[in-house]
């Protein structure tokens, strides 16, 4: 597949093209003023995570609704609003962005803000196609930005602790197999309400649609596009990249070479085109794989990641991580998660702003769990098995 290959040349040099940019930009100011563009749930959740620093100032607020712009004004009254990033982007007072916008307006708003001089907050998945991921860690690079993805176990405390206890001294022994798993994700169930059931006023459909072919209003398609693959890719790009990238950092391994899938829409015939169940299988290089298990159906096991390894296994959330060593006797060992994810992977954005070094969720990663993810789409999509070149990084000929 011509144009996914991420040349390793990106990383290097990085740091030193970003602390010129930086200086050019900023100068000496340590004030983070910053523009969201997207204002619903998510970006207005990920607005008060930024705005809990002392040194951020919401400036701007981007989207296509007025009613959630309204909603993202109450904590930040003073901000300008705009229903095309674009015009946000042109405010040369904001050095930093938050994007939180549905997946398919990821990547232009990204290359946009990046292009613009902005550093950029943006939320995972990265992309909604794989070969759009070489493009934004392009323009992150050739303009010297930090770029942070929003993949905050990444900054989890428990999360690096595991990995450094557990992982990183060979505790596991051999892993070759990594389970993870989501069931009953309810936030994809999501009813439009009865305001949204006739096109409001203030709601620019033509603008959310954007890059995606044209159809009538749909509030449905509005209020829950990630069940259709038009706007996102359902559970597998929402959730499994979240997983993924997990199994990324803890093993040093970033590029499958294979992946299979199966699944469908087997009970939520509500005219959704995203699986509402879905498997999806990994293969990596090192010679171990990566399985996905995801329903829409409430599930006893709610979600998690499973390492399995010769010598024990290695169960962990988002709540808790725990060691089981093989053997009969052995006692597990349980730990509790400390702090906030998203506030840690927020302030390791904001401490990148002023020393230049790349984030903990950076442009690269973020490309590549979503990389991942997307195979396990395709292979779903095409009912096939998909051979990844992981040198190249492209899809080999069927």
Known sequence: MPGTFVRRDFLRGAAALSALSYSRVQGASEKIVLGVIGCGDRGRYDMENFQAQPEVSVAALCDVYEERINLARKPAADARSFTDHRKLLEMKELNAVLIATPDHWHAQCAIDALNAGKD??????????????????????????????????????????????????????????????????????????????????????????????????DPQQFFNWRAYLDFGGGQVTDLFTHWIDVVHMFLGQEIPKSAVAAGGVYNYKDGRTAPDTINVLLEYPAEFTATFEATLAPGIWGDGIEFCGAQGRLLIDRAHFEFIPAGRNEKPVLVKAEGSLDADHVANFLECMKTRKLPNGDVLVGHRSAQASHLGNLAYVQKRRIDFDPVREEILPF
């Open 120 to 217: 950029v907050y943006i939320e995972k998945p990265l992309t909604l196609k794989i070969e759009e991921g070489p493009e934004i860690v392009k323009a992150a690079r050739l303009n010297g930005r930090i770029c942070q993805v929003g993949m905050q176990q990444r900054s989890g405390r428990h999360y690096l602790q595991a990995k450094r206890e557990y992982i990183d001294t060979g505790r596991l022994g051999k892993i070759t197999l990594v389970r993870t798993w989501w069931h009953g994700n309810g936030y994809h169930l999501r009813r439009a309400p009865a305001s949204l059931q006739s096109q409001p006023a203030n709601l620019d459909w033509a603008r959310f649609l954007g890059p995606v072919r044209w159809r009538d209003y």
